[in-house]
């Protein structure tokens, strides 16, 4: 697959590196020439040949993918003209700022993600890599997979969704469907709730987020989920 980074910082960079040495065709953009080319020289140097390096608007060419780490910046001020993108899929890894280094978040009323699709409305956006920290990505991927770490993406668009499945599961990680990009309403809270055990509880980077899906158990010990009375009375009133 044919990726393009746009906006090579620490998670550009890694993930960029990651699928380089996976087999994928990588082009590092930033704005700082310097930057992307020592991101290139870092995955060649890693046994990826072919990785190239240059502005963000070559990046946003290259790729049939994107993956763009600016966090809340229009994309037309970082690359011109939007149309680069068009039918792409663009991912977006981004968290919103830790307020204050507190962790006293406003609630989602518009997603990072779902800006960044109104911004890009002829592109396919899918909201994905904002749960977990880039320090993951420098383990071996077979270590990494036995881990089962939870990848959630969400996007209005299957054939994208599917798409980041595969390169999810290319850096080691385990995808969670999360369902439209409305989701990414959901996914960001995550964002943040994985912040706080890092570097607010102090648990430190290899803090991870999993989700499992267990046998049922055989046997109800205590009697099983029961009908509530508010369940009763907005299922009557939802018909
Ligand atoms: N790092 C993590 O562990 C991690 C994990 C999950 C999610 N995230 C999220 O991923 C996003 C990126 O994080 P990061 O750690 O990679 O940040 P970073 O190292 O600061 O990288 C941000 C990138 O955005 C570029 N950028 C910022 N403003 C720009 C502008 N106006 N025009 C063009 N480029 C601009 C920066 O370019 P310059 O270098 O030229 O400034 C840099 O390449 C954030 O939203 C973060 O919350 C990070």
């Known amino acids: ?31 700082n020439p310097q930057t992307a080319i020592e991101a290139a020289d870092l995955a060649q140097k890693n046994g990826a040949a072919g990785a190239r390096a240059g502005s963000n608007r070559e990046a946003a060419l290259f790729g049939d993918v994107i993956f763009y780490s600016v966090r809340d910046v229009e994309p037309s001020h970082v690359i011109g003209d939007i149309s680069a993108l068009d039918g792409k899929v663009v991912i977006d890894p981004n968290n919103w700022p830790i307020p204050e280094g507190k962790f006293d978040f406003a609630p989602v009323a518009q997603s ?22 880039q320090e993951l990505f420098e383990m071996p991927v077979a270590e990494l997979r036995a881990q089962k770490v939870s990848a959630f993406i969400a996007s209005d668009f299957a054939d994208a969704r599917e798409a980041v499945v595969g390169l999810a599961r290319d850096l080691g990680l385990a995808p969670v469907d999360m369902g439209p990009l409305r989701n990414a309403r959901i996914v960001e809270p995550l964002g943040d709730v994985i912040r706080y055990l890092i570097l607010g509880a102090g648990l430190g980077p290899y803090t991870t987020l999993k989700v499992d899906v267990l046998e049922p158990a055989e046997a109800g010990r205590f009697g099983g989920r029961h009908a509530s009375a508010w369940w009763a009375r907005n299922a009557a009133t939802s018909r």
């Open 112 to 133: 990072l993600a779902e800006k960044l699709q109104a911004w890009l409305p002829r592109s396919r956006v899918v909201k994905c890599f904002n749960t977990m920290a």
């Open 1 to 31: 697959m044919k990726i393009g980074i746009i906006g090579t910082g620490n998670m550009g960079r890694i993930l960029g590196c990651g699928w380089a040495v996976h087999g994928h065709e990588v082009f590092f953009g930033a704005r």
